[in-house]
């Protein structure tokens, strides 16, 4: 199970594409992972028309593994040209 104290960070971002792709890829190579999905636009700041942002950065994307498996996803991910 991961949990806070036992998780470290492999991927951060803004694009839903590379996340997705790293999640494919952990996947397939068998490594457990949880993700977050921060939104970094208020709604009512939608809801006014205020687009003062890049609507592609309005997502922040994280991605943990144990730390047992760090070193396996880190090399996983390499190969993606993302880590």
């Known amino acids: ?34 993700y977050k999905i921060i939104t970094r636009f208020h ?14 950065y309005s997502n922040v994307y994280y991605v943990y593994v144990h730390k047992k498996d760090y070193d396996k996803a880190c090399t996983v991910l390499e190969n993606l040209k993302i880590h």
Not at 5 to 32: A, C, M
Request: hydrophobic share 40%; charged share 30%.
């Open 1 to 34: 199970m991961i949990i806070f104290l036992n998780r470290k960070e492999v991927y951060v971002g803004f694009s839903p594409e590379k996340f997705y792709e790293v999640l494919d890829v952990l996947t397939r190579n068998g490594i457990q992972y949880r």
């Open 43 to 56: 709604p009512s700041e939608e809801s006014l028309h205020i687009h003062w942002e890049d609507v592609k």
